[in-house]
């Protein structure tokens, strides 16, 4: 039986022809050159629900795909930057594809607004499925809105002030590869909300943030370049990041995302990212090789 050697390492952009899709592969191109990786550039054809294809349809099917990926390579291009492309051309379901892609990825990337043509599925309803099916991070990028403040933040949020996920190292990363700021939130609930009054509430925030400073202080000596602050915020993380939408890039959340944030990462992607106005990097499962 003749063995076949497992695809090259790559960060993996989800194509599928929309103007979302090639927003995710210009944003992959820096975390590839980054890497010394290639941009591998994935377009899967779905099946169609007919179960039947002649010859017509496969050929439209095929020529879609070639179109938008050479629209996507002659942006990739227009960039000019050092980054080798390759391209993937599959028949099978966008998600399996994508899973299918990553098991030699350092990073998977899609568009936040893509809608592939042939299904008419938004490309980041399959986010919540790779989650449980992938190990590596995820990154489901929007464009920021044309009036967003500068460069934009970097985002971390950690469930707890002690948390010990890759979270931090993918922010930090990020922070240093964007030139830009990092901003590690995490946020506090008073256990009996009715009586908690507002010494108390205080209080706990800001020991909840000596906690936070206390975890960051390994990764400033690690980053001494990049500007770090710590944030502690009583109730949703949410509202934070909805309130400085306009000065936030990048949110980077750990695997699992918190259950309020968890909107962020499912199907309801492209609404909540509608109030954030940022894209959204999930890191990979905790123990993942």
Known sequence: MRETSPPSPAVV??????R??????????DEAVERDLPLRLVYAIEP?????????????DFTTAEIAIRQTKMAIESM???VKIEVEIVQKQAASALVAASHSAAMLCV???????????RVGSTVSALLDRTHCPIAVIRQPAAFSVGPGWVVAQLDRPSDSSPVLGHAFDEARLRDTSLHVLTSWRPAFPDITDGCTSTESIRQTKANLERTLARYRRLYPDVVVQAVAVRGSPLDYLKRHSESIQLIVLSH????????????AACAAL??????????????AL
């Open 80 to 82: 000019d930057k050092p």
């Open 274 to 287: 509608n109030g954030v106005n940022c894209s959204v990097l999930i890191s990979e499962r905790h123990g």
């Open 111 to 121: 568009g936040a607004l893509g809608i592939n043509r042939a299904s008419g599925r």
């Open 48 to 60: 169609r629900k007919s179960g039947r294809s002649d010859s017509d349809s496969v050929a439209y």
């Open 13 to 18: 952009v989800g194509i599928d022809g929309s």
């Open 20 to 29: 979302g899709a090639v927003d995710a592969a210009l944003w992959a191109i």
């Open 256 to 267: 699992p995302p918190s259950n309020e944030l968890s909107e962020l990462a499912g199907p």
